[in-house]
């Protein structure tokens, strides 16, 4: 059984911030855990992670409301499955945020773009925009009752000066990356931030949802988990979507920075036990 704790009550917690540390200071609600058949929605619903991530929530009984820039794209790559809300919201224009968030029990935010200038970043799409001003609209934007809301940033968001983090940073990512995250923290909003490494296993862009579930990352399914931004490596997709998922079902996960790397093993999987122990143990 998963702990779950009465959602949108009035207790307070210190918040802990995104290094682990609980600061006395800030005080935030706790909402509890997000349980299956809540409305989820998924911004950034057909990038790598979200898309996983839209195809397991729906896998587990949430309901899933997938916002993106294009509603045809979305639908193309999610289909019209049951307990599927496709919408239209562009994160660098608050106006068109408010009808979407409107009704949803928590926010899972995968958007994001290129680190070097690409052909991602024509119209806006650079990282000060995407990975600072968008979240940041979108948090201001988010019900005040939500229960979570999750950001999937990066590895090396604390160290944007060491080797090799200062190279993936020369265009700023990391630094905005981080600025969406403190606009988080700072919102009062019940959060999880997620920062994976350098992402493998897809992106996937051309799968339909069974094709989806059924993908799994060869022999490095085990993940290492930290409220450090510490860690090296690779993480798979798979395994962040599954993390996201996970997160919302633990207590525990609320107000914190879990970095996350893949590593060999069995790992975890789906189970929500094994996960709760992970999360648990840091």
Same mark, same amino acid.
């Given at each position: ?10 207790? =307070?917690? /210190?918040?802990? *911030?995104?290094?682990?540390?609980r ?27 979200g898309? +996983?991530?839209?195809a397991?929530?729906l $896998?587990? @009984? ?61 119209? @806006?799409?650079?990282?000060?925009n ?19 809301? &999750? ?6 968001v604390?160290?944007? @000066? ?29 959060? *999880? ?6 992402? *493998? ?11 989806? +579930? ?8 085990? &993940?290492?988990?930290?409220?450090? $931004? ?13 993390a ?20 060999? @093993?069995?790992? /975890? ?9 992970? =999360?648990g143990?840091?």
């Open positions: 059984m998963i702990a779950s704790v009465a959602p949108n009550t009035t207790a =307070f917690a /210190p918040r802990r *911030t995104a290094s682990g540390n600061s006395r200071a800030a005080l935030t609600v706790r909402s509890g855990v997000v349980e299956p058949g809540s409305t989820v929605l998924v911004a950034g619903a057909t990038g790598g992670v898309q +996983l991530l839209s397991k929530l $896998d587990r @009984g949430y309901k899933v409301r997938a916002m993106s820039r294009s509603q045809e794209k979305t639908k193309q790559l999610l289909g019209d499955a049951p307990n599927l809300e496709v919408v239209y919201g562009d994160m660098r224009n608050p106006e068109t945020l408010d009808a979407a968030v409107q009704g949803v029990d928590a926010i899972c935010c995968c958007t994001g773009t290129t680190a070097f200038p690409s052909k991602r970043w024509d119209g @806006g799409n650079n990282p000060e995407t990975d600072f001003i968008a979240v940041k609209n979108l948090v201001n934007a988010s019900p005040k009752g939500i229960k979570r809301f &999750v950001l999937t940033t990066s590895a090396g604390e160290r944007p @000066g060491q080797f090799p983090w200062l190279i993936l940073n020369l265009f700023g990512v990391l630094k905005f990356k981080r600025m969406g995250e403190q606009a988080l923290e700072a919102s009062g909003l019940p959060y *999880t931030i997620i920062r994976p490494n350098r992402l *493998t296993d897809g992106p996937y862009t051309s799968y339909d949802l069974n094709t989806l +579930l059924k993908g799994i990352s060869g022999a490095r399914q085990d &993940v290492t988990l930290s409220l450090k $931004d510490d860690l090296l490596g690779e993480t798979s997709r798979i395994a962040t979507a599954e996201i998922l996970q997160a919302l079902l633990v207590d525990s996960t609320e107000n914190v920075a879990i970095s996350i790397t893949s590593k060999e @093993g069995d790992g /975890p999987g789906q189970d929500p036990a094994k996960w709760k122990a992970l =999360f143990g840091l």
